[in-house]
């Protein structure tokens, strides 16, 4: 097609033929072509759509962890679950550079569908059998389970994205970019797993980061550049098309676009007065310096993305299996402040969005996880499809 113009223009007007260039042909035409199947809708629908990113350090997790509280099971409201994390595996050079291991995944999401269809399984199939109705308990007992859409690791990252069984026919055209912005700015030590699917008529993208750490001079631009970096990079393959080469990038390709993971910003601003606000718990006066919501404010990154009130504590750096933060001892005195290992306290962990349909109705940390250093964080969105005529 893209060596008949002439052609093009019998199928579209010219004003919309005009901007077309021959290598964006093809990912121009799938926006057209959804744009018009949706110009025939003839309703929407709402769902909640359950957004999670947590850095679990390298530790393995126990066979006995509880997601139940992190996913919010008792709600038992959320359509979607997408789940990211990172350094499911110490970031070695053998993890790095030698073959993959899918152990820690697989283990992660035997623990994700073991809390969402845990209590779904009890309370759904219970009450019905407490009616003597057997069949419409495995009924809504399987209309009430979650099912894995998708899922995928690079070394230390991992996205696993579930939806209720009543709700996966209507999720289709699943893909997945990978993008390494580590060692030589291509290595998975760094940088994304993003995936793509469509709901109904509408299309969304997760993208989980890890972008560079570090709280020196400098820093910061480094995140800057993995960011841009991840984002121009990501790019989904068009599955019905035989062609190696005919890709859609993320923003050409996608209504509501999130992107969650450990972006690693800090706290710019002197470490004795750091110091003070954080013994203080004065969070409001901490997040002013906060280099993320300054980028956000000066435009240089992140241009157009959104992210709700941050309300809650930092989310690093934290004594495992404690709530003190890894500078401080027991009533928030400090340790050495030469110490480099002592980071200040910083909102590392954020979940940021775009586009319209999409309002964020939760965002808060989970505090009561303590495996790593880090603190899981969670937002929850309500979102609107579109829905084709007779689809």
């Not at 972008?211 to 790019?235: C, Q, V, Y």
């Not at 954080?278 to 906060?290: F, H, R």
């Not at 009561?368 to 964080?377: A, E, T």
Request: charged share 25%.
């Amino acid at each position: 097609m893209g060596e008949s113009p002439k052609l093009a223009q019998m199928i579209w007007p010219r004003s919309m033929v005009r901007g077309l260039q021959p290598q964006d042909f093809v990912s121009r035409f799938t926006a057209l072509e959804k744009n018009a199947m949706l110009e025939m809708q003839n309703k929407t629908v709402n769902y909640r759509v359950f957004a999670g990113t947590w850095n679990v350090g390298g530790v393995s997790p126990p066979d006995d962890l509880e997601l139940e509280d992190l996913l919010d099971t008792k709600a038992d409201s959320y359509d979607i679950y997408v789940l990211g994390f990172q350094e499911i595996v110490s970031l070695n050079a053998r993890n790095v550079l030698g073959p993959k291991k899918r152990s820690a995944s697989i283990k992660w999401n035997s623990l994700i569908g073991g809390a969402l269809n845990n209590r779904g399984r009890r309370q759904v199939g219970g009450e019905a059998m407490s009616r003597g109705r057997g069949d419409e308990a495995a009924l809504l007992q399987e209309q009430g389970m979650f099912r894995c859409v998708m899922s995928k690791q690079m070394v230390g990252i991992f996205v696993s994205v579930w939806a209720r069984s009543g709700l996966r026919r209507h999720v289709s055209h699943a893909a997945v970019s990978c993008v390494g912005a580590g060692v030589l700015g291509r290595l998975g030590n760094k940088g994304a797993v993003s995936v793509r699917f469509l709901l109904h008529g509408t299309s969304f993208c997760f993208v989980c980061c890890h972008l560079a750490s570090g709280s020196e001079d400098g820093d910061a631009l480094l995140r800057n550049a993995d960011a841009a970096s991840i984002l121009s990079r990501t790019s989904f393959r068009h599955r019905r098309s035989r062609c190696p080469r005919r890709y859609s990038t993320m923003s050409r390709s996608s209504d509501r676009v999130v992107l969650l993971g450990d972006l690693n910003y800090r706290i710019a601003m002197d470490a004795g007065e750091a110091r003070q606000l954080v013994t203080a718990k004065k969070w409001s006066m901490l997040l002013e310096n906060d280099e993320l919501l300054l980028e956000l404010c000066k435009g240089r990154q992140f241009d157009s993305w959104r992210e709700g009130a941050v309300t809650f504590p930092p989310t690093y750096k934290y004594h495992r299996d404690s709530d003190r933060f890894y500078w401080c001892v027991d009533h928030g005195s400090a340790t050495a402040a030469g110490d480099k290992q002592h980071r200040a306290p910083a909102w590392c962990d954020r979940v940021l969005w775009r586009g319209k349909g999409m309002k964020q109705i939760r965002y808060e940390r989970c505090g009561g996880y303590r495996l790593s250093d880090h603190r899981p964080v969670r937002a929850v969105f309500h979102t609107v499809c579109e829905v084709p005529e007779g689809y």
